[in-house]
């Protein structure tokens, strides 16, 4: 019965042993956030696809990496148009900045030293496929369509997608208060340029803006995969504080569209960043001849 008992307690303590090895091995096996490709059909006459990132936002802690991925048959690449470093990507992951850098079915990750938001488009689809990654220098990492402040002693980590003029921004948000206070952008506009103008907060002081005109395929009578083509933008930066005015004009195909039409729907949108927070806001604007 001695030498069983004695058997028995040392099988215990070497299972347990082999409990202690394997569970840091589990826990330093977990994957961070996930984004991938999703493509939607659309309907009309034109049938356009809808292309997005699913989710659109995520947010890590510095050093951390995410996973990015296109599982479709569908055409898709990673352009970084915004951020304070260049994140480290697998070889999976095609990044660049013309169509060429893109593909369909591919995998791979892309690790963030650097804290700040990182904002990238498709190579194929530009910025109707946005998607925004902010790095916290504390480890915090989640995903959604918003990604929550960072908090504790470090800066704060914002990103801010919103669907409507109303929708509040937070204190560390480059825009001047709320959406709708801080831009001004009339709905209704004549001539053959989009105006307006944007507040911009201290946080938002260096920072980078982008404004993007978007018409429907079908109103300029092309086709293509996207719903939407773009038909002018402004960047701008090394922004600063207070009030900034904006012109963008329509590209050539949009100006004979108008001519024709006598009016012409544009979606604009707004993406305004800087090293520690970024704002993105979409507009209707409807322009006359």
């Given at each position: 019965m001695v030498r069983l008992r004695r058997r028995f307690l040392f099988l215990?303590?070497?299972?347990?042993?082999a409990a202690v090895v394997v569970l840091p091995a589990i826990a330093g096996s977990e994957t961070g956030p996930s984004i991938e490709a999703e493509n939607k059909p659309g309907s009309g006459i034109y049938s356009e696809e809808h292309h997005a990132w699913k989710p659109s936002s995520a947010t890590v802690g510095a050093g951390a990496a995410v996973a990015i991925s296109n599982p479709t048959a569908v055409p898709h690449?990673?352009?970084?148009?915004?951020?304070?470093?260049?994140?480290?990507?697998?070889?999976?992951?095609?990044v660049g900045a013309t169509v060429e850098a893109s593909g369909s079915k591919w995998s791979g990750t892309c690790?963030?030293?650097q804290p700040g938001v990182y904002v990238f488009y498709c190579t194929v689809h530009g910025?109707?496929?946005?998607?925004?990654?902010?790095?916290?220098?504390?480890?915090?990492?989640t995903t959604g369509a918003v990604a929550p402040p960072a908090t504790?002693?470090?800066?704060?980590?914002?990103?801010?997608?919103?669907?409507?003029?109303?929708?509040?921004v937070s204190p560390g948000s480059p825009l001047a208060g709320s959406a709708a206070q801080a831009i001004k952008l009339a709905p209704s506009q004549h001539g053959r340029s989009i105006r307006g103008s944007l507040k911009i907060s201290q946080a938002g002081a260096g920072g980078r803006l982008?404004?993007?005109?978007?018409?429907?395929?079908?109103?300029?009578?092309?086709a293509g995969h996207g719903a939407q083509v773009q038909v002018g933008r402004l960047v701008r930066s090394g922004l600063h504080a207070g009030t900034l005015p904006f012109t963008v004009t329509?590209?050539?195909?949009?100006?004979?569209?108008?001519?024709?039409?006598?009016?012409?729907?544009?979606?604009?949108?707004?993406?305004?960043?800087?090293?520690?927070?970024?704002?993105?806001?979409?507009?209707?604007?409807?322009?006359?001849?």
């Open positions: 215990l303590a070497a299972v347990l042993g690449g990673v352009r970084w148009v915004s951020a304070p470093g260049t994140p480290s990507c697998s070889a999976g992951v095609p690790t963030f030293a910025p109707e496929m946005t998607g925004t990654i902010t790095v916290n220098s504390s480890a915090v990492t504790g002693g470090a800066p704060t980590t914002t990103t801010n997608q919103m669907s409507s003029p109303e929708a509040a982008e404004v993007d005109l978007l018409a429907k395929a079908a109103s300029l009578a092309v329509l590209g050539a195909r949009a100006r004979h569209a108008l001519r024709a039409h006598r009016r012409l729907t544009l979606s604009v949108r707004i993406l305004l960043s800087s090293s520690h927070a970024a704002a993105r806001i979409t507009r209707t604007v409807v322009l006359h001849a």
